[in-house]
């Protein structure tokens, strides 16, 4: 599927790249939004980080077409901030999985393509397989609820569990049969939202396993070690989850503002050429050294 970066103009403005800004790409995905923040200026600094092994050709193109005001780290976020030694002017967070993991099949991530459960950003450490066939019930059923917001939580991790005792649960289509029983047929028909009873069971045991929400958190706070003043920080966030955390940090950091016009969602336009960027919400935030 061809990539396209969330609420790009958007992010161009609120960034703004000049001359000799030093700007971190916490999240370089497809590198979307670096390749337009250097085509815009090319005369800024970007240093990018994933913790997906498969982006690193897409970054070596970005390094032979713009040298020394490109460079990239592979890693989580939060670590590669924590170590970072010198300051930066601007960061941009795009959080959440991008469209090429989504897409491609062997990775594990989409309940609409068959493939070993996977779902592991980094292609490293535990995987989503590790998790529907080893952890107990209750487990199962607070990772269900608590990341997927999922009021039938219970019943679907014992149904895992049921499963699993028959057979080993190996795909996404295991997976997604085991709740589509617990739900029952009709109601996948008749679902108003149209979302598939999957989405949020899925969507938990991904957080699970990235560890998402304290990534974005440690990363979140790590932040002053590493600004200049007048710096500007970028979150793109995708669901409640996310937003909770990003909103929870800047209640608790009086040091960072949210700039205007506040949350920034995406054009009726934007939405109708990529529906995946629908519940994207961007918040620009501007920091101020405390005692500076
Ligand atoms: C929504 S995509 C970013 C797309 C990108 N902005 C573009 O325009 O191509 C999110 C990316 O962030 C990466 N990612 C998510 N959490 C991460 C973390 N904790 N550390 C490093 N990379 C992470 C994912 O591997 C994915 O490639």
Redesign the pocket.
């Known amino acids: 599927m061809h990539?396209i970066?969330v609420l790009l103009n958007e992010v161009l403005q609120v960034l703004d790249p000049k001359a000799k800004n030093k700007i971190i790409d916490?999240?370089?995905?497809?590198?979307?939004?670096s390749e337009a923040i250097l085509k815009k200026n090319s005369k800024c600094y970007i240093t990018a980080?994933?913790?997906?092994p498969t982006?690193k050709q897409k970054a070596e193109e970005l390094k032979n077409t713009y040298k020394n005001h490109f460079n990239f780290i592979s890693?989580?976020?939060?670590d590669v901030i924590n170590n970072l030694s010198e300051r930066y002017d601007k960061v941009l967070f795009?959080?959440?999985?991008?469209s090429m993991?989504l897409d491609n099949a062997e990775r594990g991530f989409s309940f609409s393509k068959e493939a070993k459960l996977d779902m592991r950003?980094s292609c490293d450490g535990l995987s989503a397989y590790d998790v529907v066939n080893d952890y107990s019930e209750k487990d199962l059923s607070e990772i269900i609820f608590r990341y997927g917001d999922e009021p039938n939580a219970r019943k679907i991790a014992k149904a895992i569990v049921n499963s699993r005792h028959i057979n080993t649960i190996k795909t996404t289509t295991d997976l997604r049969n085991i709740i589509v029983d617990v739900f029952g047929f009709e109601k996948i028909h008749k679902s108003h939202s149209n979302v598939d009873v999957a989405t949020k069971t899925f969507q938990a045991i991904r957080i699970f396993v990235?560890d998402?929400l304290r990534?974005i958190s440690t990363a979140l706070h790590a932040l002053p070690n590493i600004l200049n003043d007048n710096a500007i920080i970028i979150t793109i966030t995708f669901h409640a989850l996310e937003d909770r955390v990003v909103k929870y940090w800047a209640t608790n950091n009086s040091n960072f503002t949210l700039l205007p016009p506040g949350v920034v969602q995406p054009s009726y336009s934007e939405i109708k050429s990529n529906p995946r960027s629908r519940s994207a919400k961007l918040r620009g935030y501007s920091y101020k050294q405390k005692n500076a």
């Open positions: 990539h970066p916490a999240t370089f995905g497809y590198g979307g939004h980080i994933d913790r997906d982006v890693g989580k976020f939060s795009d959080f959440g999985v991008s993991q950003m990235n998402e990534e």
